[in-house]
């Protein structure tokens, strides 16, 4: 099974301030079609997960801007540009190239 | 709008079989390229993908579980529904069941079902 690692595992940060988020899987996440297959998803409390960020950097229907993603290969990032009060939950990064699927650790965000 | 919904036991003891129930909406499992997955999270832990189901009733197994999982679907009722044999208190997990439309993601999650292992 792909292994991802992501770091940090927890994160605190200022209103307005940047936040980024890195992930690394154990392969390469790049199909023979030439696609991507790395997602990001936010789990708020209480809540299921749900998708921020699909193949890498295209943002899910009514996902803000300031969420963006980047990366090839094994190496990949999240970063929110302006952190949010409602930005507030535990992100996960996931492989979808090969079954199963696997996710991060996750990474746990919080608001100073 | 596609929703879903898990539904099931919310104590099961240890050795005894847990059987989830998926019930969806919104769309049709008869669909060509739409599945429904299962996935699961312990208590405080991060998300683990168990099995899926496709519309042609093909289906895929978490390996190392593949022995105890059982993944069918009711395509008149629009459900999906996860069996689990044996169970162990390891088992104890939130179970979330997920649509997709693509074979590398899902985007459409239910709320998720609370089963503890217990005796």
């Known amino acids: 099974d792909i292994v991802m690692t992501q770091t940090p595992l927890s994160l605190s940060v200022t209103p307005g301030q940047p936040a980024s988020i890195s992930c690394k899987s154990s392969e390469s996440l790049l199909h023979r079609n030439g696609r991507t297959y790395l997602f990001w998803y936010l789990q708020k409390a209480g809540q299921s997960p749900q998708v921020l960020i699909y193949?890498?950097?295209s943002r899910f229907s009514g996902v803000p801007d300031r969420f963006s993603g980047s990366g090839s290969g094994t190496d990949f990032t999240l970063k929110i540009s302006r952190v949010e009060a409602e930005d507030v939950g535990v992100y996960y990064c996931?492989?979808?190239?090969?079954?199963?699927?696997?996710f991060g650790q996750g990474t746990k965000l919080e608001i100073k | 709008q596609i929703t879903l919904k898990e539904s099931g036991p919310s104590l099961v003891k240890p050795t005894q079989t847990l059987t989830l129930t998926c019930t969806f909406s919104?769309?049709?499992?008869?669909?060509?390229?739409?599945?429904v997955g299962w996935i699961r999270q312990p208590p405080g832990k991060a998300l683990e993908w168990l099995a899926l189901i496709y519309w042609d009733d093909d289906k895929r197994y978490r390996s190392s579980l593949k022995s105890r999982l059982t993944i069918t679907r009711d395509t008149s009722k629009s459900q999906v529904v996860l069996t689990m044999t044996n169970v162990d208190p390891l088992d104890t997990a939130t179970y979330y069941c997920?649509?997709?439309?693509?074979?590398?993601?899902?985007?459409?999650w239910g709320q998720g079902t609370l089963v503890t292992v217990s005796s």
């Open positions: 996931m492989q979808g190239v090969h079954l199963p699927r696997t």
């Open positions: 997920a649509h997709s439309t693509t074979p590398w993601y899902d985007d459409y």
């Open positions: 193949e890498v950097s």
């Open positions: 919104g769309f049709s499992l008869s669909t060509p390229g739409v599945s």
